[in-house]
């Protein structure tokens, strides 16, 4: 079965330090693929990366980066110089490799950002 | 290009009472999914369309139902609503240019559905 860790329910940070949310997945699939998603409090689920099992790079754009792991089977999320606007909840979420397939998310990480 | 629109934003119900939620995929979507969010049980998979059929279905009773038509716009219908249906209730859609591959999903602003 698929499934998505997200260990840590909640993280507080200042302003302008780093912070890395933890994602671990589950699956017997050799191919798939992970995602990130922000929901701020308006309720929206904002698409910020995917990534497939083929494409162990690491991604960086802007002060979001993405370290995909397939030995430890993460894939983390780091977020630097945090801003308030920042602040939301995180979901990860695995999906299969087929376009029927529905995403897996985790339960969450709620980042609190503090001026 | 505008994104996915679901109405309405916010939905008061009564026990017993039915409810239909409609969503419009971001244009030239093909593919429309649903999901309900709530406190307890997180973010979990309804069903997914595409060319107004119905392709995948998650874990819900018979009273979770829903309907894609021909312009890919999507309805889903809960009746005989419960309590337990008290939901942020997310449409998602993606595009599905070509062949099998999973394509990203876009996500609404969802409805909050209140069941008293």
């Known amino acids: 079965a698929q499934k998505v860790t997200q260990a840590q329910t909640e993280i507080s940070v200042v302003e302008k330090e780093d912070v890395t949310l933890d994602c671990v997945y589950e699956t017997r699939d050799t191919t798939y693929y992970l995602f990130w998603y922000k929901q701020p409090p308006s309720g929206e689920l904002v698409f910020l990366i995917r990534?497939?099992?083929?494409?162990?790079q690491n991604e960086i754009s802007g002060r979001y980066s993405w370290n995909f792991q397939k030995s430890t089977s993460s894939f983390n999320f780091t977020i630097t110089a945090s801003q308030v606007v920042d602040s939301a909840v995180y979901f990860c979420a695995l999906s299969g490799a087929h376009n029927t397939d529905k995403l897996i998310f985790g339960t969450g990480t709620r980042l609190q950002v503090f001026p | 290009k505008a994104g996915v629109t679901q109405t309405p934003r916010y939905l008061i119900k009564t026990r017993g009472q039915q409810v239909t939620l409609s969503c419009s995929p971001i244009s030239g979507h093909r593919s429309v999914s649903w999901y309900q969010q709530t406190p307890g049980q997180g973010l979990q998979f309804l069903f997914e369309y595409f060319s107004e059929t119905q392709r995948n279905k998650g874990n819900f009773p018979g009273r979770f139902s829903g309907r894609q038509f021909s312009n890919s716009r999507s309805e889903m219908n809960v009746s005989t609503l419960e309590l337990g249906d008290s939901a942020l209730y997310l449409c998602a859609s993606s595009l599905v240019v070509s062949g099998d591959i999973t394509d990203t999903q876009y996500f609404g602003p969802g409805t909050r559905l209140t069941v008293l």
């Open positions: 990534r497939n099992s083929f494409d162990e």
